[in-house]
């Protein structure tokens, strides 16, 4: 599989720091790289330049999207041109090949919609289970900073609340613990309630979560409307949220907002907190990834 990758024309789509480096590393394995959104730098002058994504994806065997993903409508947000540039994934895929693979973090709705219209084959990187157990250590370290910067107290000895107990959520209990936190983790599952008892967590069933509102900072990791307007109401307003769930978060921030609350809603924490670490996990990962995915099609195509 060595060198699979060599001359294989490859667009990327927008771009935060992490990206950049992903792209340098395809240059260095000699992809055919066109590249939009992307600075023009030293490292990145052998890849193809674009102003149009519709332009950058013709002939390309595969498309990377930013870690970042895009909004709901399905527009890149990342990228290092100026601020008017434009990159619409709704009018790049109806343009690609069937079966072309598209790399995403996380696919919009939208999104989600048209690769299964055009029969692309969506890859979300941040479900790959290397990225995600990978990217919950910077994703913890940076809610917790999130956390510092928007409270008058220590993390140490302070009532923290971990909503859902994946793998930020593990991770975000075990380094809460380790800085001296009061930890309570609530989740649905009797597995994960388990899984927090054993890192000496106090634990309380999602169902229960009305009863206990005696929390300094809550942090979220479930996509889905957790904390309503019901429940914030009946927190104290020194009480901080800190929501890393992906959009729209499980946090009703409007409410949060008339009632006076903080709640932050904390995205692409590892590429904003840790770009180089970040910025590492997808160059160790995306690359095999691609030639596994491209050599299941030279395998096909010959067979």
């Not at 527009?75 to 990159?87: G, K, N, S, Y």
Request: overall charge neutral; charged content about 20%.
């Amino acid at each position: 599989m060595a060198g699979q990758l060599v001359g294989t024309p490859v667009s990327m789509l927008g771009c935060d720091g992490r990206e950049v480096e992903l792209a340098a590393a395809l240059l260095e394995r000699g992809v055919d790289l066109r590249l939009v959104g992307f600075p023009k730098e030293e490292r990145l002058q052998k890849a193809l330049h674009f102003q149009e994504a519709t332009a950058a994806v013709q002939g390309t065997k595969a498309v990377i999207a930013p870690m970042s993903s895009t909004d709901a409508a399905g527009r890149v947000t990342a990228h290092m041109l100026p601020p008017d540039l434009v990159i619409d994934l709704t009018e790049v895929i109806p343009r690609l090949s069937s079966g072309t693979p598209l790399l995403i973090g996380v696919a919009r709705p939208v999104i989600r919609g048209l690769a299964a219209q055009y029969s692309l084959r969506l890859v979300e990187l941040a479900e790959i289970e290397e990225i995600a157990i990978l990217n919950a250590i910077p994703t913890a370290e940076g809610a917790i900073q999130v956390a510092m910067e928007n409270t008058a107290i220590t993390i140490h000895n302070s009532r923290c609340l971990v909503l859902g107990f994946g793998r930020c959520g593990t991770a975000l209990a075990r380094s809460l613990k380790g800085l001296g936190a009061r930890v309570t983790v609530c989740a649905r599952s009797a597995q994960d309630l388990a899984g927090a008892f054993s890192l000496g967590c106090e634990t309380l069933p999602l169902a229960a979560l009305q009863m206990r509102r005696d929390f300094d900072i809550i942090f979220n990791t479930i996509p889905a409307m957790v904390l309503p307007r019901s429940y914030l109401r009946q927190l104290e307003r020194e009480t901080v949220i800190v929501d890393i769930a992906s959009g729209p978060g499980g946090t009703d921030f409007a409410a949060a907002q008339q009632l006076g609350l903080k709640a932050v809603h904390a995205l692409s924490l590892p590429g904003r907190v840790a770009p180089k670490t970040a910025a590492a996990i997808l160059v160790k990962t995306v690359p095999r990834l691609l030639e596994n995915l491209l050599g299941e099609d030279d395998h096909g195509s010959d067979s």
